[in-house]
């Protein structure tokens, strides 16, 4: 079991980060990250956590980033702990020259660690608003709006916010993917959108159980067709949405407990 003293943790590249080491990372907000639940050394959806450090890696820095640098520093992080924790790795590059940011530089790994939260399980009221995550396939550092239509949203008297583009369809939430189910199976949006590691996981978790998922343009103006709606993420697998704006989805736990049941029939691996 990790210490008491190293239960929370900040490393750069598998070392203890001091404040020297994070002064990049403060001054020019660019780079990108993933967020993971691990539980006794293991991860569900490793293997899609890394696909996506990866890709973004390259493409936001122009240089490759081998995967197994990247669990060494995570296992050094957990420590051999055996207890939930909640792990995020930050991608960023000390040598990013700001004046010339198209040159390839060599990235950086920052972990930290903590014990894990305990998920909430009341059902969220969502109010919706137009925006559109720039590059919304990369999972990067620029979370200013993100808070800043939950702080709005939250200002109206509902939990969370949602986003919807220019054409009017549903694309994702604050820090999370959107879900509907129409009555016989599941439906997500196909708009601009991260593609999220736990909604990866529910796809596959309800394809393995039989379960109809489809992806299609979902128009904000017809989600009072769906029965519920629910969201996901890397801290809560599943959690279920009460409203969207006006419009109330039934709460339903049986559908609850078959999402999370379809997401824990993937395996979890060991960092």
Known sequence: MMAETTRHRIE?????????????????????????????????GLDLHLDRIEAATRELFGMPIARERVRECLR???????APLALRVNVFSRALNRDQPAAPVEADVLVTAMPAAGASSSALRVKSFPYTRTLP?????????????????????FDDAVFVDA?????EGSIWNIGFFDGEGIVW?????????????????????????????????????FRSAFFTNSSTPVRLIARIDDVEFAVDHELEARLVAAYETNVPQFV
């Open 76 to 82: 050094h992080a957990i420590d051999g702990s055996d």
């Open 189 to 225: 949006s196909d708009a601009p959108q991260l593609t999220g590691v736990s909604m990866q996981l529910l796809q596959s978790g309800l394809a393995r159980a039989g379960v109809t998922s489809t992806v299609r343009s979902i128009p904000l103006r017809d989600i009072g067709r």
């Open 12 to 44: 750069l590249n598998g070392a203890p980060a001091t404040v020297e080491d994070l002064r990049a990372l403060v001054a020019t907000n660019y780079g990108h990250f993933s967020a993971l639940r691990v539980h006794d050394g293991a991860v569900r």
């Open 137 to 157: 396939h990369v999972k990067h550092v620029g979370t200013f709006p993100l808070f800043h239509f939950r702080r709005l949203a939250q200002q109206d008297g």
């Open 167 to 171: 054409a009017g369809r549903v694309e």
